[in-house]
């Protein structure tokens, strides 16, 4: 496919006012009428033609201002529907397509779920319903009729909000739906089919009176309420947060198996994957819960971020996607625990992020350039455009970000707006200028920040010194010129040993915040008598990696004494993964001896628990949970043997669990549940649950037999879907009978349970042992496994290439061979997935050379596929470009 170029931006030639869209819902041919007033752009070149985009459509009728167009006016392309010489003034053109939505496997524009008449159109697919100006800047008021079987139909949802309704002859019915609000394709949506439905009303500050309702399964009903309330949740928190109210007199909510991602923010019509809706405490883990709980977030607050201001073009992605994830973040921060939460970010963004930023997919959060904008849905874009978002927070503080927020939504409300609007509504705000700052959408991968700290006690001073480097990155968009310093705020203070006071200060930090803006910079405190230990990046307030070298009796003091609770968490992952790297650099993964960083770990860990395990459980839990083998792989960079690395974790594991087994065993004990309490999701007894399986996993590691024992009690006893799993996982780590026994009464309990049966798939597919290549092969066989659905395959496939580093890196090459091979499949079927599934191979440069051989030919194996997708052969080829 061609590259598309931010720099090649212009304005569409025509603009469309209003569409009015009647669609006849049939299984395999739906009919849909689209009446589009047009009239050329005045910003776009007079006397243009019209190229309409479109995509697998069948053109039925075609009509100009009432009437056929002139022969030879009018060429079908294959993805394009061109009008040559169309008036210079308002034109009204009457187009009739025909879909077969149950051949559309793809899951974009019109398809069927498991009965379910649904739509998916952001980035591109409302062109697969009618031919359009398919892109976000061209923004329209819709009206849409649709008509559909009443037997199989009787549900019929829209944009907006619900007008009028009833029966449509010879057993049909039908319903109109407006949308009042000027708004891109990709925010169109329908729904048809026969749904569950609860409800419930909410009042707005403007005393607006809106039902909200979540439609499911009919029977899951009962599993609803809780993405229902997450919603009304959700709107409250945006009126108090950001003053934003919700604008029309119906929120819908619906829930359908086969979708692509995690959920789409339609106007009005939000439209979900059922993982992200569907929860009870025997399907659904406290995982899950907080998922369903930031989705439904994240998806209502896109009604202001991304709805009412949308973007521009894709390049500006980041400006509805970034600033969302950031307001959920701060919608579940404020519901559950903030420094909890901050963890939790940061671990995904460190997971997901850095090794996407480190590896040959790395692009700017708003990229300069793609070739198919759906692999651009990325964790830079997300997660890393939420930390740029957050870190403008730090640098203005709360009043001048929450006024630059209202000034933006002021500003840019009903328009498709760029991320320098956005910057230039808090540029107007602060008086700051942020053209530094704007580096960060421009620059692509993770800056270092390297510090030393040095004690005078001469002059009782206090000198810090930083540098900061970013790596060049050099992508088919970019040049790969030099980077240029970033703006970079480290909110930090020092902290004393023992615990005590440190009275240090400079004018240079405000509000616990220096700005490190050069290259180098350094930082004196004063009146310090004492050498300090610096608590830097608190919070984890930039994206990058630290390189700050610290004894393990400094990293003690930290977890022990700082006041930034992520500080504390960092100093123990720090003292982990320096462990678990101490021992792979060794050559000596599983050598008997802790090690004496492993005997610090034990040591801080044990004086932590002793301290306060029971004062914050969801914190200690993450406190004992050491950095995950990829992060040490990361730390590496090059010629990574997975294997090294999980044999050195894995034992580090034995050791912790050793040395702590009997508090561990006593705080299972303090933590156990009372028979039949009542189950609750809330953040303090899912961190209860959290602690008391983490404490499970470290004696499992300790004493495999006590383990086994512990975990087949607890998955046959358990009273929710978090104990039962937790402790199959644990099995999962001890080969034998016992855990198979467990898997298969897991897999019989669940037969009828799809998303329960995908947690099944996920932690079998994580075994970290050679017969898991086999198994996974088997299970895609299996009656519940179906290629055709995403969640199955992410489950299954995604989970082996993303949770299991010795088994996908396996040195024969057999692990890169399953995934390829499940890519290839499923390329004709659904190509996003598939070219989602293969962006697992991103670090494969950095495995050592046998393995990075067999890497490369499993992908120059994709890459020699004839007709392959857009979507996979732009990930094939960055990732072997
Ligand atoms: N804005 C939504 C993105 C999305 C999507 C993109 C491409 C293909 C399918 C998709 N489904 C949803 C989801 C969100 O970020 O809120
Ligand atoms: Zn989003």
């Known amino acids: 496919p061609p590259i598309i170029r931010l720099a090649d931006y212009r304005p569409s030639d025509y603009l469309i006012d209003r569409v009015e869209l009647d669609v006849r819902l049939h299984p395999t041919e739906t009919r849909i009428t689209a009446t589009l007033a047009l009239r050329p752009n005045p910003k776009g070149e007079a006397g243009a033609p019209l190229v309409l985009d479109g995509d697998e459509l069948t053109l039925l009728a075609l009509d100009l201002d009432g009437q056929p167009p002139a022969p030879g006016a009018v060429e079908v392309q294959p993805r394009a529907l061109v009008l040559h010489q169309p008036p210079r003034r308002p034109f009204t053109l009457a187009i009739e397509t025909q879909v077969n939505p149950s051949a559309n496997t793809k899951l974009m524009g019109l398809y069927r779920s498991g009965g379910v008449y649904c739509t998916q159109c952001e980035a591109d697919g409302f062109r697969r319903i009618t031919y359009f100006l398919d892109r976000p800047d061209v923004m329209a008021v819709y009206t849409t009729r649709i008509e559909a079987d009443l037997e199989e139909a009787p549900v019929l949802l829209g944009n907006g909000n619900p007008g009028q309704a009833g029966p449509a002859g010879e057993g049909r019915h039908y319903a109109v739906w407006h949308d009042p609000h000027p708004k891109p394709a990709y925010l169109f949506a329908l729904v048809g089919g026969r749904l569950g439905r609860v409800a419930t009303r909410f009042t707005t500050m403007e005393g607006r009176d809106v039902e909200i309702a979540v439609y499911v399964e009919p029977g899951k009903e009962p599993r609803a309420p809780y993405a229902l309330d997450a919603v009304a949740r959700s709107m409250a928190w945006d009126e108090t947060a950001f003053g934003r109210p919700y604008d029309l007199d119906v929120f819908n909510v619906v829930a359908v198996s086969d979708f692509n991602m995690g959920a789409m923010e339609n106007k009005g019509l939000n439209i979900f994957n059922d993982k992200y809706v569907l929860a009870s405490p025997d399907t659904a883990t406290d995982a899950d819960y907080a998922n369903i709980e930031a989705i439904i977030a994240h998806e209502y607050f896109h009604n202001w971020s991304g709805n009412r201001v949308t973007c521009r073009d894709w390049f500006q992605l980041c400006l509805k996607e970034g600033l969302t994830v950031f307001r959920d973040q701060e919608f579940s921060s404020d519901a559950r625990s903030r420094p909890v939460h901050r963890i939790a970010e940061v671990r995904t963004l460190r997971a997901r992020q850095f090794p996407e930023d480190a590896g040959p997919l790395a692009h700017p959060v708003r990229p300069q350039a793609y070739r198919e904008i759906n692999n651009f ?81 001469a002059a009782r001073t206090y000198t810090l010194a930083f540098r900061q480097s970013l790596p060049t990155v050099v992508t088919e968009a970019a040049s790969g010129a030099a980077p240029l310093p970033l703006v970079i705020p480290v909110a930090l203070g020092l902290v004393d040993p023992g615990g005590g006071a440190v009275a240090g200060r400079s004018d240079r930090v405000r509000d616990g915040v220096f700005v490190l803006e050069a290259e180098e910079d350094s930082l004196v405190f004063t009146d310090v008598d004492a050498a300090p230990v610096p608590s830097l990046f608190r919070g984890f307030s930039a994206p990058v990696k630290v390189a700050h070298a610290l004894t393990p009796a400094e990293r003690l003091a930290l977890l022990s004494h700082d006041s930034d ?317």
């Open 565 to 881: 609770p992520f500080n504390r968490w960092q100093a123990a992952q720090s003292l982990g993964l320096e462990a678990i790297l101490s021992r792979v650099r060794a050559g000596a993964p599983q050598a008997e001896e802790a090690g004496p960083r492993g005997e610090a770990l034990s040591r801080a860990l044990a004086a932590f628990l002793d301290a306060e395990a029971l004062a914050d459980p969801a914190f200690a839990a993450l406190v004992l949970t050491l950095p995950g083998d990829q992060e040490a792989a990361q730390e590496i960079g090059t010629e990574v043997d997975p294997d090294a690395i999980h044999r050195a974790r894995q034992t580090l594991r034995t050791h912790l669990g050793r040395d702590l087994a009997a508090r561990l065993a006593a705080l299972r004990e303090a933590l156990a549940e009372p028979p039949g309490a009542p189950f609750s999701p809330d953040a303090a007894s899912a961190g209860r649950r959290a602690l008391r399986n983490v404490a499970l996993d470290l004696l499992a590691a300790a004493d495999p037999g006590l383990g086994t024992r512990l975990a087949v009690a607890q998955v046959e006893a358990a009273a929710t879907m978090t104990d039962r799993l937790a402790a199959l996982a644990v099995l999962t780590l001890l080969p034998g009978e016992a855990r198979e026994r467990a898997l298969a009464g897991f897999a019989e309990a669940y037969r009828d349970e799809p998303l329960v049966l995908d947690k099944w798939f996920a932690i079998q597919a994580a075994i970290p042992e050679p017969g898991t290549v086999a198994r996974v092969r088997g299970l895609m066989e299996h009656p519940a496994f179906a290629l055709g659905n995403p969640n199955r395959v992410r489950s299954l496939i995604g989970s082996f290439s993303l949770n299991n580093p010795t088994q996908f890196h396996r040195p024969d090459g057999a692990g890169y061979d399953l995934v390829a091979e499940a890519v290839r499949h499923l390329d004709g079927k659904n190509p996003q997935v598939a070219a989602r599934l293969l962006t697992a191979f991103n670090n494969w440069r950095m495995v050592e050379a046998g393995r990075r051989q067999k890497a490369e030919e499993a992908l120059r194996a994709v890459a020699a596929v004839t007709g392959l997708s857009p979507d996979v052969s732009d990930i094939v080829g960055r990732s072997l470009g």
């Open 377 to 457: 849905y990325t964790a830079t874009v997300y997660e890393k455009g939420a930390e740029i978002v957050r870190m403008l927070r730090t640098l203005l503080g709360p009043g001048a970000f929450r006024g630059g927020m209202d000034r933006y939504f002021a500003a840019c409300d009903g328009t498709a707006a760029t991320v320098e609007d956005f910057l230039a509504a808090f540029a107007a705000e602060s008086g700051r200028d942020l053209a530094a700052f704007a580096r960060w959408y421009a620059q692509a991968g993770t800056p270092t920040v390297a510090v030393s700290g040095r004690h005078d006690p």
